[in-house]
């Protein structure tokens, strides 16, 4: 066999374990069986902060990364709200397609900021929607969104913490209503950018995530879900490693030290 021959097994095998180690899925990670009935099934509902980056892709990537088998969907076109989900029938036809342990709601960026748009638009959908989930013997869990980096000056919210406490309190205030767990990357993404300001979490729309941004909420998202730490998982999605880890750290930190408060303990 001529060297060049021989080497191509070599190398072949060589980018499978590297492809399975940046998955997370080396060695004695969980595997999904045919039926799926060995992974976490999560449904993101949501618009384009959900797709942007994939945010359900990094999340499943995250939890292979600790062990954790997942399959993660969506259903997220841009500028969807809560009502237009609930108006869908491809909503409820994605509802019964699984046995989904946890179904993510996610609100349009702006509504949740405003007392009026959340009593006649977000609200009621929520409550709509919480039940047809919980009707399925599903979980639902609330995505706390950001703010916009400059507010809503136009609107009465001059900068991005006028704007980031009303959406806090948007999606806390119907949360507890309906006992429903919070994943809080709105809440997390406040503390790092006072811990950590060189990060950019925004994409130069100053609405959209980042890549970094878009990590975070799957860091926050592992958190609330597993009741564990994503600090020191390998999966960074391209990210530095120093910045991957801050971003691991404060989900870890805010998401952990406030379960209850979150509506996860």
């Not at 001529?2 to 191509?8: C, K, V």
């Not at 976490?40 to 990537?61: C, E, M, Q, R, W």
């Not at 509504?111 to 039940?131: C, D, G, K, W, Y």
């Amino acid at each position: 066999m001529r060297p060049i021959q021989r080497a191509l097994p070599l190398l072949a095998a060589a980018i499978i374990v590297a492809s399975l180690i940046l998955a997370g899925c080396g060695g004695s990670a969980p595997t999904c069986g045919p039926d799926d009935g060995s992974c976490l099934k999560v449904l993101f509902l949501g618009n384009s902060y959900t797709y942007v980056n994939d945010l359900p892709g990094t999340f499943a990537g995250l939890a292979w990364s600790g062990g954790h088998g997942v399959k993660a969907d969506s259903m997220a076109t841009g500028g969807e709200t809560l009502a237009g989900h609930l108006a869908d029938a491809g909503t409820v036809a994605r509802l019964d397609l699984h046995k989904w342990d946890f179904v993510v709601l996610q609100e349009q960026s702006e509504i949740p900021a405003f007392e009026a748009s959340r009593q006649t638009t977000m609200n009621p959908s929520a409550r709509a929607l919480v039940s047809m989930i919980r009707e399925r013997n599903e979980m639902p869990m609330f995505f706390m969104t950001w703010a916009h980096s400059g507010g809503l000056p136009d609107s009465g919210l001059p900068d991005y913490p006028s704007m980031q406490r009303q959406i806090d309190a948007g999606y806390m205030g119907i949360a507890q209503e309906l006992h429903a767990m919070v994943a809080p990357v709105g809440d997390t993404w406040s503390i790092v950018r006072r811990q950590s300001p060189d990060i950019e979490l925004w994409a130069p729309d100053g609405s959209h995530p980042s890549t970094a941004g878009t990590y975070l909420a799957a860091c926050v998202f592992y958190a609330a879900i597993f009741r564990e730490s994503p600090s020191g998982l390998a999966f960074a999605d391209g990210l530095a490693g120093e910045t991957a880890a801050a971003l691991q750290n404060a989900a870890a930190s805010n998401v952990l030290s406030n379960l209850r408060h979150w509506g996860l303990g």
